[in-house]
């Protein structure tokens, strides 16, 4: 078995930043996505000089948040829902098909241009921050033709719920709901109708579109969505689910959470202090069962 433990949302929040150079550091961090559309100074550009020696480096294309690098968000789609987060609208109007194709096609070649731009290298994955690269097809077939062009790895979050550690489900009421849910094939025109649709339903909508309209990665993948990387031993028992020649990529969100920083997403939080403490339990449980950690320079594109 070979395990890739790849970080999200480097370049958001300074403080998440060291948090995963410092799990790079230590060897706990085997692969990192960078986001590339906030300002790229030289302290983030000596770290992923840093880093590279000891993991590989993608980008984390970003549709979602409100700042793109040509646009802001509802530029890229058609109908402005009053939604608190931006990605909540961006997901409606990618599964409606109400987007601008065009102009997601171009803020993509911007993002991958200021990638290679700041950072002298093309990225060695590529991924969706706030998976949205799995709502709409069209976007969908953007990322596999920038993966096939470039021989690079395409990271699919497919995250079903009847994957989970029946322990999450059995000793929490929410996930009981949300397996109830999923067990009786609630269609997106019934997310769609409910009030509160996008907040309480985040995690329905998640697992309707992995189940109803996302590829199977061709690497295994364990991803954070549903909270269980926070306790080492159901993430444990996740792992020891795959077979003994499976790569694993394991999606983390680790990082620091300074109260000071002025932080640009709620998420940055104590969660991410708790998955970068079990970050840390996970590198020596891989040691001690002879589980190789690896990264998508070390395998060959598939």
Not at 164 to 173: A, F, P, Q, T, V
Not at 224 to 247: A, P, S
Request: charged share 30%; with cysteine; aromatic share 14%.
């Amino acid at each position: 078995m070979k395990v890739i433990i790849n970080a999200d949302d480097f370049g958001i929040d300074i403080d998440r930043d060291f948090g995963i150079f410092l799990g790079v550091i230590r060897g706990c961090i085997t692969s990192v996505s960078v986001v590339v559309t906030n300002k790229i100074g030289l302290l983030r550009k000596l770290m992923i000089k840093i880093m590279r020696t000891k993991a590989s480096i993608g980008i984390h294309i970003n549709l979602t948040d409100d700042n793109l690098i040509n646009y802001r968000a509802n530029d890229i789609y058609y109908h402005c829902y009053h939604y608190k987060k931006t990605k909540y609208s961006f997901w409606r109007n990618a599964i409606e098909n109400t987007i601008n194709i065009n102009k997601i096609r171009k803020e993509i070649k911007c993002q991958l241009d200021k990638f290679y731009n700041n950072y002298n290298f093309f990225p060695e994955h590529i991924d969706g921050h706030n998976h949205c690269n799995i709502f709409n097809k069209e976007i969908e077939e953007l990322f596999e033709k920038i993966s096939l062009e470039h021989e690079i790895h395409l990271r699919i979050p497919y995250e079903n719920l009847n994957l989970l550690d029946k322990r999450l489900i059995s000793n929490n009421n929410f996930f009981k709901e949300l397996y109830k849910f999923t067990e009786d094939k609630i269609d997106y025109e019934v997310l769609k109708n409910n009030y509160d649709y996008f907040f309480k339903y985040d995690m329905y909508l998640n697992n309707y579109m992995c189940v109803k309209n996302c590829k199977k990665d061709s690497i295994k993948y364990i991803g954070t969505m549903y909270g269980y990387f926070r306790r080492l031993d159901i993430l444990w028992n996740q792992l020891t689910k795959f077979k003994e020649n499976d790569v694993i990529q394991i999606m983390t969100h680790p990082g620091f959470y300074w109260k000071f920083v002025n932080h640009k997403t709620i998420f940055s939080n104590n969660d991410r202090v708790k998955e970068f403490k079990v970050l840390q339990e996970l590198k020596v449980k891989l040691k001690e069962n002879n589980v190789e950690c690896s990264n998508y320079k070390k395998i060959k594109f598939i």
